[in-house]
């Protein structure tokens, strides 16, 4: 099992996806928007010191190998493009999320990451298969996890951090098997 993920890159043909550091603390904060949240389980920060925390936070639980942070960029030219993680990594049931800001949307950066986070998944981890909780709502998400071979196996609704309900379906996508 790995232990230490702060030093972790994965490049895919369009993105670099590095560890969180406080290096983007400024353009996670600016990004992490209203907008970009109205899905998600967390709130976007009032304060860069939330971000802040939430780096450190992850870089401690990476260090510790419980989860793997990353930021995304364009391999090119160095863009942020969003974040993403797989949290839960000590568990047979990792779970996977990201998120790509709103004025590149529409590019497939997100599908990019997650199918890349997967991979990693595969060749790092043993489990028996990955959550990826949706809002039945975010239908671009959806399409992520169901072009990636996920199965509806749950439903349920969760109030998030900022107080709205979540119509959550939760994709498990299972490890391929090898021939």
Do not use: C
């Not at 709130?43 to 936070?57: G, L, M, V």
């Not at 090119?76 to 839960?88: A, I, M, P, S």
Request: overall charge negative; charged content about 30%; hydrophobic content about 35%.
């Amino acid at each position: 099992m790995i232990t230490d993920l702060t030093e972790i890159v994965i490049e895919t043909d369009r993105l670099k996806l590095v560890p969180t550091s406080l290096k983007y603390s400024s353009e996670i904060f600016k990004e992490f928007t209203q907008e970009i949240t109205i899905y998600m389980f967390p709130k976007p920060p009032k304060e860069i010191k939330e971000t802040e925390d939430f780096i450190n936070s992850s870089i401690q639980k990476m260090a510790n190998g419980e989860e793997l942070q990353v930021v995304i960029l364009n391999k090119k030219t160095g863009e942020f493009l969003g974040h993403g993680g797989v949290t839960k990594l000590k568990t047979d049931t990792p779970e996977l999320g990201i998120w790509i800001k709103q004025s590149a949307h529409g590019n497939k950066f997100g599908w990019e990451a997650v199918k890349a986070l997967k991979e990693w998944a595969e060749s790092n981890l043993q489990y028996k298969y990955i959550i990826y909780p949706v809002d039945k709502r975010n239908i671009a998400s959806r399409k992520i996890a169901e072009s990636l071979g996920g199965i509806v196996e749950d439903e349920y609704q969760k109030k998030n951090m900022s107080g709205n309900i979540l119509d959550e379906v939760e994709y498990r996508i299972y490890p391929q098997k090898s021939s």
